[in-house]
């Protein structure tokens, strides 16, 4: 097959993004704003129906193809009303971005002092929430002849050293278990590890003047932030005829921060 830069283009094609109602700088609204560019119809999923129902008309304003839905990713009802609303509206799903997360909301107590109901809220969203988004939409890619599934993953599970990190982490071996078993199927799945991004969300968690930050400064290849946009080039890649041969793999995204053989 020769290669074309249209292999990147995702026309015809039907995305769901979780978390991707996020309002201002997020990384969830910047992938649906990247698949739709790429002529994908998107649909904008989030806990937040208003803050989706804002994405989806702007990427409508711009030209795209959008619709939004309500989602508790927690819920296995949700996840399928999600898959089925999807449908109703494209006629199917080709594309699933799990970007849905707990991050700023998690616990960050230490191992002796965390409550059980916050490690198991944060695996129900982070780990299970993937899981039930996976299980919602694989017979309509099945149906459609294979599919692709991103899970956003994170440098912090690189390696992990909180409840966040494990969380993020499991998701990792969720993505090489669904590559492994829905590869027949012409599914793939694969993971994006973004470092610190200039999110809202990542700077009310991680500040500039961080003593964090200026770690990673002194530390990485190349620099310590990135913005969300910055993350969309991977994501197409993964989603599109371009990456049809990549699954099961994390990609790190990150300036250099997390340096794998």
């Known amino acids: 097959m020769t290669f074309s830069l249209d292999q990147f283009r995702l026309d015809g094609k039907v995305a769901i993004v979780t978390g991707a109602g996020g309002r201002g700088n997020s990384i969830g609204a910047a992938y649906a704003k990247g698949l739709a560019a790429a002529g994908a119809s998107v649909v904008v999923a989030d806990l937040n129906g208003d803050g ?26 949700s996840t399928r009303t999600m898959a089925a609303s999807a449908v109703a509206a494209f006629g199917g799903v080709d594309i699933l971005v799990n970007n849905a997360a707990l991050m700023v909301d998690i616990s960050y107590d230490n191992f002796e002092t965390v409550s059980m109901d916050a490690w198991h809220k944060a695996f129900a969203v982070n780990l299970e929430g993937a899981l ?21 993953t994170s440098g912090g599970a690189f390696p992990a050293s909180g409840l966040y990190g494990i969380t993020k982490l499991a998701l990792v071996g969720l993505t090489t278990s669904l590559a492994k078993q829905f590869g027949k199927d012409g599914i793939t799945c ?29 530390t990485c290849a190349l620099r310590a932030r990135g913005a969300p946009d910055e993350l969309v080039g991977t994501l197409l890649l993964l989603c599109s005829e371009a990456g049809q041969w990549i699954s099961g793999q994390t990609i790190h995204v990150d300036g250099g921060w997390v340096l794998r053989p």
């Open 132 to 152: 039930l988004c996976s299980r919602a939409v694989i017979p309509s890619m099945r149906e459609r002849g294979g599919g692709r599934i991103v899970n956003q």
């Open 52 to 77: 989706a129902r804002a994405v989806a008309e702007e990427i409508v304003a711009s030209g795209g193809k959008a619709a939004a839905v309500q989602v508790d990713v927690s819920s296995e009802e």
């Open 190 to 218: 694969n993971a994006i590890a973004p470092g610190n991004v200039t999110s809202d969300a990542g700077k009310m968690l991680v500040p500039d003047d961080s003593p964090f930050i200026q770690f990673l400064n002194m």
